[in-house]
Nanobody, 126 residues
Framework: QVQLVESGGGLVQAGGSLRLSCAAS????????MGWLRQAPGKERELVTA????????YYADSVKGRFTISRDNDKNTVYLEMKSLQPEDTAVYYC???????????????????WGQGTQVTVSS
């Protein structure tokens, strides 16, 4: 079972940037799609972005396209989320997620992920 620990969240003004990191342990993530989800108060959890196990394919929710970038460093067993031009509506708890299916080509739905971290809070002030 993989353990995922997010870091890098915090308070930022609108228009600012943050970089989240997700350190995995317990098993390698190199053969698994990875993603970032978020949940804002009173809202359902949504899939923000995901990356294929090879790193050659990505998914972005329409709301973050052009502003967020997901990447992975399999040697470090770590996934990153670069967030730019942050807006108050980006305020949420951000969760790192891992697929439980190795070599899976599915990473565009929340149901494609079965392991989650504890989350890191991102707050964007206006």
């Amino acid at each position: 079972q993989v353990q995922l620990v997010e870091s890098g969240g915090g308070l930022v003004q609108a228009g600012g940037s943050l970089r989240l990191s997700c350190a995995a342990s317990g098993r390698t993530i190199s053969r698994y799609p990875m993603g970032w989800l978020r949940q804002a108060p009173g809202k359902e959890r949504e899939l923000v972005t995901a990356i294929s196990w090879r790193g050659d394919g990505t998914y972005y929710a329409d709301s973050v396209k052009g502003r967020f970038t997901i990447s992975r460093d399999n040697d470090k067993n770590t996934v990153y989320l670069e967030m730019k031009s942050l807006q108050p509506e980006d305020t949420a708890v951000y969760y790192c997620a891992a697929s439980t299916r190795s070599y899976s080509s599915n990473y565009r739905r929340i149901s494609d992920f079965g392991s989650w971290g504890q989350g890191t809070q991102v707050t964007v002030s206006s």
